[in-house]
């Protein structure tokens, strides 16, 4: 199965034909889905020192090559699926569900009073999270590979040709683009756009995160998660492709073949502190620690002030990890098999371990009131409680 997260966007074919053993070996390393993975690691036992169930399971449609992550609104969640399904749930009843009558590629984004998705042809449609009715469509320049932001200053679209785009909440009109060149050689996948304080914070490939002025998408600072080093094109592909975080003053970022890095929105974005972690899954953030999983299944806890290391759990190694959440003093990363792993915040040891379907957890859990929702590939949608 592929990985749009992972996969990188073979837009040079002339310079991949060459030295055919090498790409493969190094594509294996980068999708951690593809059949030359390394195998995943046994699960080991433990003795469970939380209580986890499963609350309520809704079908979403299954995702394809493609990573759909919910959206939670309060206590509606939203979901979508490569099929063109929508729905909006509550406490595990389907209030409204719709066909979008699209090949879904993205989703959802979402606020109170609207839903929004996206398509492999660069559609980004609307409708009332009320009752699911149709609003607006408009259109990027090629396909939504991740979920819209949807914030008081309009709706933000990441377009897999490295543009972005603000659209009115009214009526879908654009209100501006930013267009950034894009490399020989990337990841196939992007992070959703990040709404936080004046600006919007977007990563791309290069190891850059961007912030945008809302009002008319100018750039107004950039700073350097990653620095691409190697003698190959292969070797150099350094993306931020999870979304960033923010939290106060603060926001982080993390590039695959990278690191995680920190910067002061209060201080024009001057960097705080980056370590040497690589990651194309993304970040968690509370109020004393980032959480992260590496490309090889380790989760690190950092001190989000230093990036001094607090904690680190390796038992997880090849396991292909999602990106993780942060609650009820727990950590939950899901796995290439479906399962949801929960770690102890303080130190990182194993917690208890839940089973949600069969295939990958490929988007970021979610928080959710006291537990988290996890999605899967095969369309699984479930909310956990977890104490």
């Avoid at 979901?79 to 406490?91: F, P, T």
């Avoid at 984004?109 to 398509?119: E, F, K, S, Y």
């Avoid at 727990?330 to 479906?338: I, M, R, S, T, Y």
Wanted: hydrophobic residues 45%; positive net charge.
């Amino acid at each position: 199965m592929k990985n749009p997260r992972l996969l990188l966007a073979l837009t040079a074919a002339g310079l991949l034909l060459g030295g055919c053993a090498s790409v493969s070996d190094t594509l294996g390393k980068l999708n951690p889905f593809s059949s030359s993975r390394p195998k995943l690691a046994k699960l080991t036992d433990f003795k469970p020192t939380a209580d986890v169930r499963n609350l309520w399971s809704a079908s979403a449609g299954k995702a394809g090559d493609y990573a759909f992550i919910p959206a939670v609104v309060g206590d509606a969640v939203f979901i979508a699926g490569r099929n063109g399904s929508l729905s909006r749930i509550e406490n595990g009843k389907t209030v409204w569900k719709i066909d979008t009558d699209n090949t879904l590629s993205a989703g959802v984004g979402a606020n109170d009073r609207l839903v929004v998705v996206g398509t492999a042809k660069g559609d980004v449609l609307a409708y009332a999270a009320a009752d699911g009715k149709p609003l607006w469509q408009a259109k990027a320049s090629s396909e939504v590979l991740a979920a819209p932001a949807v914030g008081s200053d309009g709706v933000a679209v990441r377009s897999g040709d490295n543009r972005v785009f603000l659209f009115d909440l009214a009526d879908g009109g654009r209100k501006w683009m930013y267009q950034r060149p894009t490399p020989t050689l990337s990841i196939r996948g992007a992070g959703s756009p990040v709404f936080a304080d004046r600006y919007l914070f977007v990563g791309f490939p290069g190891g850059r995160l961007v912030a945008l002025s809302l009002q008319n998408g100018a750039q107004v600072w950039e700073g350097a998660v990653a620095q691409p080093k190697g003698t190959t094109e292969l070797d150099r592909v350094a993306d931020v492709v999870a979304p960033p975080v923010a939290d106060g003053r603060q926001v982080c970022a993390v590039a695959f073949q990278g690191k995680v890095a920190c910067f002061d929105m209060g201080q024009g974005g001057a960097l705080a502190w980056s370590r040497d972690i690589s990651s194309a899954t993304g970040l968690a953030l509370d109020g004393r620690y980032l959480f992260v999983a590496d490309d090889k299944g380790t989760v690190y806890a950092l001190d989000r002030q230093t990036g001094s290391s607090l904690w680190k759990q390796d038992k997880l190694v090849n396991r292909g990890l999602s990106g993780p959440a942060v609650g009820r003093g727990l950590v939950a990363v899901g796995d290439a098999e479906g399962y949801v792993h929960f770690l102890s915040r303080e130190d990182g040891a194993l917690a208890a371990r839940l089973q949600v379907d069969s295939t990958p957890v490929r988007a970021a859990i979610l928080p959710l009131g006291s537990g988290f929702l996890v999605q899967t590939i095969g369309g699984s949608v479930n909310a956990i409680e977890a104490q």
